[in-house]
């Protein structure tokens, strides 16, 4: 698995190529935390990508909300390896 064990936050990650490639990351190992704006797809996506995501409702738009993400990530996986 060519991601195993690597932490990863990925804005825009509760629909379209967002949650595609969500999904790749957890298939190749991947930890993840996404973020989408609506709670229906927060909550859809966190059916789908299982243990291995966390999910949060937030705007990319609004300040503070990736470097929550990150703190997140962090807290929940003890490291961060990147941001899509």
Same mark, same amino acid.
Do not use: W
């Given at each position: 698995?060519?991601?195993?064990?690597?932490?990863? =936050?990925?804005? &825009?990650?509760?629909?379209?190529? &967002?949650?595609?490639?969500?999904?790749?990351? =957890?298939?190749?190992?991947?930890?993840?935390?996404?973020?989408?704006?609506?709670?229906?797809? $927060?909550?859809?996506?966190?059916?789908?990508? &299982?243990?291995?995501? $966390?999910?949060?409702? &937030?705007?990319?738009? =609004?300040?503070?909300?990736?470097?929550?993400?990150?703190?997140?990530?962090?807290?929940?996986?003890?490291?961060?390896?990147?941001?899509?």
């Amino acid at each position: 698995m060519m991601l195993h064990n690597k932490s990863l =936050v990925i804005i &825009g990650g509760t629909t379209g190529l &967002g949650l595609s490639a969500a999904k790749a990351f =957890v298939r190749e190992g991947a930890r993840v935390v996404v973020v989408g704006r609506n709670n229906d797809s $927060v909550q859809e996506a966190a059916k789908i990508l &299982g243990a291995s995501a $966390v999910t949060l409702a &937030g705007d990319a738009t =609004v300040p503070g909300t990736a470097q929550h993400a990150i703190t997140t990530c962090i807290e929940k996986f003890k490291s961060f390896d990147g941001l899509y």
